[in-house]
């Protein structure tokens, strides 16, 4: 039986590629659970609600937090994110491994209420390069690209609270670098 921690949270900053590596890593290996968030924050074209996220309205957000059905949650450039609880405390009961894509505000509070779980960095080959991807991507007015490179100079200056740190030069590398860590292959 493993001795590795069976939920893995991955962070990084905004545009550094976090959701690009998740997708190829589970192409890689389809049997990977993700967690998929809560948010207020409007789709981006293509989209979906369950897939992506759960997109919610911001009553709907209050009561999932007035219900305690968050594992974590946080504000983030405007918008509220968080982990639904049951759906992760199922996988983890079940033996399975889980992975969360969250910002270093979520990471910190995993860190308090599971101590157990492996904190993974994802860090940009460069903060050039993590400016290019962000504006790159398109999806984000420039008033919100400044919002969230203000939030990722907070994010790399957090990078020794965790325990592992990954740069994402090559999605496929990281990806795999990533499955490794999970115990997965
Ligand atoms: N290794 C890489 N090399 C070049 N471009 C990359 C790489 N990884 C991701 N990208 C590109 O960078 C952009 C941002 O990637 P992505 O949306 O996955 O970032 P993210 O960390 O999930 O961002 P956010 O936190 O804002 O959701 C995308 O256009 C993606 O195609
Ligand atoms: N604390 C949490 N952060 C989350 C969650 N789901 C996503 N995120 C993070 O929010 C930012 C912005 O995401 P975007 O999709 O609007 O670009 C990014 O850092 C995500 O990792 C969550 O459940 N909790």
């Not at 409007?42 to 609600?49: A, F, L, V």
């Not at 984000?140 to 994010?155: D, G, N, T, Y």
């Given at each position: 039986m493993s001795e590795r921690p069976r939920l893995t949270v991955l962070s990084g900053p905004s545009g550094v590629g976090k959701s690009t590596?998740?997708?190829?890593?589970?192409?890689?290996?389809?049997?990977?659970?993700?967690?998929?968030?809560?948010?207020?924050?409007?789709?981006?074209?293509?989209?979906?609600?369950?897939?992506?996220?759960?997109?919610?309205?911001?009553?709907?957000?209050d009561k999932l937090i007035a219900n305690g059905e968050l594992l974590e949650w946080a504000?983030?450039?405007?918008?509220?994110?968080?982990?639904?609880?049951?759906?992760?405390?199922?996988?983890?009961e079940a033996g399975e491994p889980v992975l969360l894509e969250i910002d270093l505000q979520g990471a910190r509070q995993v860190r308090e209420s599971m101590p157990e779980a492996q904190l993974v960095f994802l860090a940009p080959p460069s903060w050039e390069e993590l400016v290019r991807r962000l504006t790159g991507r398109g999806t984000?007015?420039?008033?919100?690209?400044?919002?969230?490179?203000?939030?990722?100079?907070?994010?790399l200056a957090a990078e020794p609270e965790f325990d592992v740190t990954l740069v994402n030069t090559s999605v496929k590398?990281?990806?795999?670098?990533?499955?490794?860590?999970?115990?997965?292959?």
């Open positions: 590596v998740v997708a190829h890593l589970r192409k890689e290996y389809p049997e990977a659970w993700l967690s998929v968030s809560a948010t207020t924050r409007k789709p981006r074209p293509g989209e979906r609600h369950g897939v992506h996220y759960f997109f919610a309205t911001d009553e709907e957000m504000e983030f450039a405007g918008n509220r994110y968080g982990t639904p609880r049951a759906a992760v405390l199922e996988r983890l984000e007015p420039p008033e919100v690209i400044e919002r969230r490179l203000r939030a990722a100079k907070v994010e590398d990281v990806a795999r670098e990533l499955l490794a860590l999970m115990d997965v292959v």
